[in-house]
């Protein structure tokens, strides 16, 4: 009786290897090329080509996550796109969105228009983070090593902390400074851009409307 044969290659010819090779290659090049394109598109130079992007850049580099005493700065991508490539091109296949009303929406490159709509940018980043349990700030961030300058930090973050996120207890840290979601009050905030833009009173719901066209003002 013959050897019974349990695998049988004689299919496999040399076109299919070929095939095979080319795949995997290519599959190579391509996730290199994600690589790539995640990281250039996560750059401050990348993030700031947008004007609009460049009047948020303005108080980041002010904060301590661009001057730390350390010398490790957080770039826009290490605090705003998801570690791995694949969750890193999901986050700027989704920012997609941004880029379509930044070319449809308000004129978010002037800074009155910026200014009233910045609530909203920021509780959207903050559902961002608390979405993903602020995975982003435990990249450079270890919880349970947190010892601050007082002398209960360490505690607090040990104990006091679990179960919550970053944003939970820390906003306003980078950023233009918006209040918590739940104590903002919209007609404070648009008072506060007429004033501060010197417009009269009542201008920002018109703007927000479209009624009328804000102001020229350097920014």
Known sequence: ???????????????????????????????????????????????????SMELAAEPYRQSSHYNPASGVRASCGDCHVSEGVLSATWDHAMGTKDLLSQLLGPKYDDPVVNLLHLPEAAFSARKWFRDRNSATCRRCHLQEAISGRRANTLDVHREDAKGKSCVDCHINLVHRKVPGEKTFKPGAWKQMVEQEFGLESGMADKILEGKVQPPAVGG
């Open 1 to 51: 009786m013959s050897e019974r044969k349990f695998f049988d290659f004689s299919f496999i010819s040399r076109r299919i290897v070929a095939a095979l090779m080319l795949a995997g290659v290519s599959g190579m090049v391509f996730v290199l090329m994600l690589v790539e394109f995640d990281h250039l598109t996560s750059t401050e130079e990348f993030c700031t080509t947008c004007h």
